[in-house]
């Protein structure tokens, strides 16, 4: 069987280059996701509240029912905003 080769070391031994601090930038642009993601939270959890409390009166009386799933609606549009924060 072939010996393998051996590698040679440089000559000279240089240090490697200093690890460079990075900063990452926090800040992506987008500071309007986390409050509107709360927001759309809050609604959507006041309007079902709302809609128990007054015992289907408010906060739309036509909708009957229909009020909670518009009251999860504005949950799940919380959900979808939350996909944008970084």
Do not use: C, H
């Not at 642009?29 to 015992?55: D, H, K, N, Q």
């Not at 408010?58 to 229909?66: F, H, M, R, T």
């Amino acid at each position: 069987m072939p010996k393998s080769r051996i590698r040679k070391k440089k000559d000279g031994y240089t240090q490697p280059e200093a690890k460079r601090s990075n900063k990452i930038d926090l800040s992506s642009g987008r500071s309007w996701v986390a409050p509107l993601m709360l927001a759309m939270f809050a609604i959507g959890l006041a309007w079902i509240v709302v809609f128990y409390l007054t015992e289907g009166s408010l906060p739309v009386d036509a909708l009957g029912n229909w009020n909670i799933v518009v009251g999860f609606g504005f949950i799940a549009v919380g959900f979808v905003v939350s996909t944008q924060w970084k």
